[in-house]
């Protein structure tokens, strides 16, 4: 089977989990969309915790096991809690991460222009395994034990240490309690630097989030505390280097490879992490994703609105001094390695508008492979022989169900990179000039649109939230939406039936009273003013 | 979905979210060790001696170096790779030549290896050579030990304290 086939298969099973939980959860709670942002949380919740852990904690071979029982039982209503919540996060955050890492994987957002994104997420597996190995390593009870003398082995298999560090850990003379400091110091430096490179991880994300919203943390912490109650994390038998621990309580989010170093040598393990952070490494080259023509700014149209820098998901678009002799302060230019093409710029324009006609329709910024006035052309030839009285216009993204599917006597379809490159005025346009009864919009699934920020800019452009805001004088009845995804080609098409069959019980529209040319003028020199 | 209905898949999907955190945050228990068996660790860091003996520089060699280099003894710095053997109830359980560290090969040797044994009364004799001679070995040390099970038993090596330390 190829990686492809793999990952259509992998593509649809989150697809189906996507809509299972955007029923129970709605779309602005759907975990699933959250994964990144959870794991944000998580951390805040980890560090929280570690915060308060860190008060009560002692250095000390004997000492760092003690304090950790005072903790867990005397002080079980606070300290006993937060040590629970700080232990069951830190699980937690290997689950979303794994699961946010994977989902980017098989949607395929990591090639492009998001390979920084990606890149700099795989440095974040080493540094969260090397936190919660850590955190294990100081609680000093039979699993420290075991963690301590596997990884020391495995760092010893490097071959670069002078010493065996693994020596420390001979017997309980050899032990010395200067290691726990260097712990504490690891345990406290590791997530301070992880922290920064989660910051990195973000820079070519614009409208990044970094909370999740508020019902989906409120609930997810609400778990987090009733778990630390029924089941209170606690420790094992303390450490006691004359016995080796035979049968283990084990922390299988970050130990799952342990078991490996009981059967490999540790020169075989660091070839199997390093190979496998290497291969995650290079991944978004493998290969490399064939790239859509990035977005091109014409001066002569571009007025520096800064509307296209608003809404370009990836930064891609940022706003110069003028470099001509227009009295405008600033243009728009285009980063073409941050381009991912997804036409959301072009979108956002104001000069992207079909009723133009006094020049050539070239917006401020376009697509070389689909323009706007492209997109004029072919919109008025689909719909040219449309016939019934329930014809309608469907533009759909290319992420989402079938399109095709959907295409009859009195439905025409318009494929675009992403939903949101299609600019209000166009629905405007087909429905006021007649050329259809009604406009259904389609793509990815609620909520997890493949350029981040589709669904929600043409959400929001739609309700009149966002610039370029669709006009109020197009009947709102004559719009519909089915975020559908890949998997939903029957829930597109019963929708589509369902808003031709309300279509047809409209009345017959009533274009809206042609303006003179006076009128325009007018409202233009207002405009102006 | 009605909202109380929508609810309740919630709270579903947090149980058994937690149900996952919250059992493999243990479970299921590892086992590193048959309980019923006792492990001996060799573990030490020891240097043999130099490849070569030393030789002392005449004073004419002497007079051809700069002052401040004039070291009577010109030593090589590499080492001899120590031969370390274990033996377990008679039977060889471990032989092995340990290289000199180090890109010149003038460092320390070091063994670190783990047995795990039955638990029991077993007869133990460690051997190591240390210097340039052909045959035999320059340290030994027999002992019958009586293992329990789960016991870390270590076996280091300490020159300065007579040769090989059953621990």
């Known amino acids: 089977m190829q990686v492809s086939s793999i990952r259509s298969v992998a593509k649809a099973a989150f697809e189906g989990a996507d809509n299972v939980f955007n029923r129970a959860f709605t779309p602005e709670w759907n975990p699933l969309f959250h994964l990144g942002t959870l794991g944000w949380y998580f951390y805040w919740i980890v560090i929280v915790s570690g915060i308060y852990l860190y008060i009560f904690f002692d250095t000390g071979i004997h000492q760092a096991y003690e304090s950790l029982e005072y903790i867990t039982n005397v002080q079980w209503y606070a300290g006993g809690v937060m040590r629970s919540l700080h232990r069951y996060a830190s699980d937690a955050l290997i689950i979303v991460m794994m699961l946010h890492l994977l989902r980017e994987f098989v949607t395929d957002r990591y090639r492009g222009a998001r390979w920084f994104t990606w890149f700099t997420g795989v440095p974040l597996l080493w540094l969260v395994f090397a936190c919660g190995i850590s955190g294990y390593w100081m609680v000093w009870d039979v699993l420290a034990q075991y963690i301590a003398i596997a990884s020391t082995e495995w760092l010893d298999s490097l071959g670069i240490f002078g010493q065996s560090i693994a020596r420390n850990f001979l017997n309980n003379d050899t032990l010395s309690g200067r290691f726990f400091t260097l712990m504490v110091f690891i345990h406290i430096a590791v997530p301070l630097f992880m922290l920064l490179v989660m910051w990195i991880h973000i820079q070519r994300q614009r409208n990044a989030k970094v909370n999740p919203p508020v019902g989906l943390a409120i609930g997810t912490l609400g778990m987090l505390l009733v778990l630390s109650l029924a089941r209170p994390a606690l420790s094992q038998a303390p450490a006691n280097l004359d016995i080796v621990p035979a049968v283990i309580d084990f922390d299988w989010f970050y130990l799952l490879a342990y078991p490996l170093l009981d059967k490999v040598s540790g020169q075989t393990m660091w070839m199997i992490a390093g190979g496998g952070t290497l291969l995650l490494l290079v991944l978004p080259w493998l290969p490399r994703l064939k790239r859509r023509a990035t977005a091109r700014v014409d001066l002569g149209n571009c007025n520096g609105c800064g509307r296209c820098v608003d809404d370009c998901p990836f930064s891609a678009v940022s706003l110069q001094p003028r470099t001509d002799a227009v009295a405008f302060s600033h243009e728009a230019i285009v980063i073409d390695n941050l381009c991912t093409g997804c036409g959301i710029c072009v979108g956002a324009c104001p000069t992207a508008t079909p009723f133009r006609r006094s020049s050539e329709l070239v917006p401020g910024i376009d697509l070389p492979d689909l323009g706007i006035k492209e997109l004029r052309e072919n919109t008025l030839s689909v719909t040219a022989d449309l016939s019934g009285n329930a014809r309608v216009l469907v533009y759909g993204c290319g992420h989402g169900a079938g399109l095709d599917q959907l295409l009859g006597p009195d439905v025409a379809v318009i494929k675009l990179p992403c939903i949101a490159m299609l600019p209000p005025s166009f629905i405007d346009f087909v429905i006021s000039r007649g050329h259809v009864d009604g406009v259904f919009l389609t793509g990815c699934t609620d909520g997890d649109c493949h350029y981040r920020l589709g669904i929600k800019w043409t959400s929001q452009r739609l309700a009149g939230e966002r610039d370029p805001y669709l006009r109020k004088r197009v009947p709102r009845e004559r719009i519909a939406a089915s975020w559908a995804g890949i998997t939903g080609n029957k829930r597109l098409q019963q929708d589509l039936r369902a808003f031709q069959d309300r279509l047809g019980t409209l009345p017959p529209f009533k274009r809206p009273p042609h303006r003179s040319a006076d009128a325009r003028a007018g409202e233009a020199a207002e405009h102006h003013a | ?167």
Request: aromatic letters at 10%; hydrophobic letters at 40%.
């Open chain 2, 1 to 167: 979905m009605h909202k109380a209905l929508r609810y309740f898949c919630q709270f579903i999907a947090y149980a058994l979210f937690a149900l996952v955190v919250g059992y493999f945050a243990t479970q299921p228990a590892y086992t590193h060790l048959d309980p019923d068996k006792a492990l001996i660790k060799m573990s030490f860091s020891h240097a043999g001696e130099h490849l070569q003996e030393c030789r002392r520089l005449t004073q004419e060699e002497l007079n051809l170096l700069p002052p401040n280099m004039r070291r009577p003894m010109d030593c090589l710095r590499e080492r001899v790779a120590l031969l370390i053997e274990l033996e377990l109830d008679g039977e060889i359980l471990y032989r092995d030549e340990l290289a000199p560290s180090g890109l010149a090969g003038d460092g320390a040797s070091t063994a670190y290896r783990k047995f795990p044994v039955p638990a029991g009364s077993h007869r133990l004799v460690a051997r190591l050579r240390d210097s340039r001679r052909e045959d035999g070995f320059d340290y030994e040390q027999a002992a019958v030990v009586t293992l329990v099970p789960q016991q870390n038993f270590v076996i280091d090596f300490r020159p300065e304290l007579g040769g090989f330390l059953f621990l």
